[in-house]
């Protein structure tokens, strides 16, 4: 298993500070993009970066990088750098992240359903 955990992460569990286990899911997941990489690298495989930025609209450079060193930080996903002309780098899940892209699909699939039933209601637009 990966042993590698952001600081705070780390800071919040040994001072006892999550309330449940499902807080720790959560600010390991939650950021701007993380669960759409994750969905992503888990389902489609390996990305590199440019992938990745093409994926979101305005997305900037500075927050898509802080949203991958998160992460790779909390061992969900890593990076590999090829040996190589011009240099190429690859983000994939981990054997640690393959274990939520279950939970992401289930969280696409109730997406998908609720926006059909809005629609249905007439509460959006289709």
């Known amino acids: 298993m990966c042993e590698t955990l952001r600081e705070n992460i780390k800071q919040k569990l040994e001072n006892g ?3 449940c286990e499902k807080e720790l899911t959560l600010s390991i997941i939650s950021g701007k993009y993380k669960v759409v990489i994750l969905w ?3 389902v489609e495989g390996p990305h590199r970066f440019s992938d990745l930025e093409r994926l979101f609209n305005h997305v900037s450079h500075k927050t898509l990088s802080n949203q991958l060193k998160e992460l790779i930080d909390d061992g969900i996903i890593s990076r590999k750098v090829y040996p190589e002309m011009p240099p190429k780098v690859e983000y994939d899940v981990t054997e640690l992240g393959k274990t939520l892209v279950p939970i992401v699909e289930m969280m696409y699939d109730w997406g998908k359903k609720r ?5 249905e209601e007439g509460i959006i637009g289709s």
Do not use: A, E, F
């Open 17 to 19: 500070d999550y309330n």
């Open 40 to 42: 992503h690298l888990g």
């Open 115 to 119: 926006i059909s039933q809005l629609k």
